[in-house]
């Protein structure tokens, strides 16, 4: 079993960062795959990375690469998203999720066998 709890979240304007953590629990951690998933008012899921259990790979959707970047530290059951050159198209819920699948499975449609709550990323222009 594992939880994910989102933080991090918030208000920053066009051009900002912002830095997202997920914690998990639970002991087996290192094996599971970690990814972010947004959702913006009116728009379907969209995925954002993943990242795989021991951090050695990580895979982005087109339209954050370059600006945003995953990483995860294992001893503290946690993985990150750098967010820089933030826009108004950034704006979203954005989730963490945990699944056992390889990452090249990870897409959108992907239902990932743990979820957390999300949090709220507001982008102003």
């Known amino acids: 079993q594992v939880q994910l709890v989102e933080s991090g979240g918030g208000l920053v304007q066009a051009g900002g960062s912002l830095r997202l953590s997920c914690a998990a629990s639970?002991?087996?951690?290192?094996?599971?795959?970690l990814g972010w998933f947004r959702q913006a008012p009116g728009k379907e899921r969209e995925f954002v990375g993943v990242?795989?259990?021991?951090?050695?790979?990580?895979k982005y959707a087109d339209s954050v690469k370059g600006r945003f970047t995953m990483s995860r530290d294992n001893a503290k059951n946690t993985v990150y998203l750098q967010m820089n050159s933030l826009s108004s198209e950034d704006t979203a819920v954005y989730s963490c999720?945990?699944?056992?699948?390889?990452?090249?499975?990870?897409?959108?449609?992907?239902?990932?066998?743990?979820w957390g709550q999300g949090t709220q990323v507001t982008v102003s222009s």
């Open positions: 639970g002991r087996t951690f290192s094996r599971y795959n």
């Open positions: 990242i795989t259990g021991s951090g050695g790979i990580v």
């Open positions: 999720a945990a699944d056992l699948r390889l990452y090249r499975a990870w897409g959108a449609e992907m239902e990932c066998e743990y």
